[in-house]
Nanobody, 125 residues
Framework: QVQLVESGGGLVQAGGSLRLSCAASGRSFSSYGVGWFRQAPGKEREFVAAISWSWRSGITTYADSVKGRFTISRDNAKNTVYLQMNSLNAEDMAVYYC????????????????WGQGTQVTVSS
């Protein structure tokens, strides 16, 4: 069993930055791939970024819309995955969720075994 708790969301001006954290409890978190997803009002939940489980040497992948602006990373000693978000714009405004899947890259919602409760990111112009 893995529990995920996101934090770090908030209000930021367009062009600004935020760092989201996804803290995990439970054993063997390093064996889980982790993905970040986001959901804006009236839209489907969409993939943002993913990182592999630790022994795949931190393979990462990003949605085209965030490539070059967002960076996903993990600190297995702290059981935490981060999403550094730079150059934020109105299209990035959403509730952000992290999700974990054992031994797999979490590239779609169906590949996740566990979800966090989400953290709101609001971008003001």
């Amino acid at each position: 069993q893995v529990q995920l708790v996101e934090s770090g969301g908030g209000l930021v001006q367009a062009g600004g930055s935020l760092r989201l954290s996804c803290a995990a409890s439970g054993r063997s978190f390093s064996s889980y791939g982790v993905g970040w997803f986001r959901q804006a009002p009236g839209k489907e939940r969409e993939f943002v970024a993913a990182i592999s489980w630790s022994w795949r040497s931190g393979i990462t992948t990003y949605a085209d819309s965030v490539k070059g602006r967002f960076t996903i990373s993990r600190d297995n000693a702290k059981n935490t995955v981060y999403l550094q978000m730079n150059s934020l714009n109105a299209e990035d405004m959403a509730v952000y969720y992290c999700a974990a899947g054992q031994g797999r890259m979490v590239l779609t919602t169906t590949r996740a075994d566990y979800w966090g409760q989400g953290t709101q990111v609001t971008v003001s112009s």
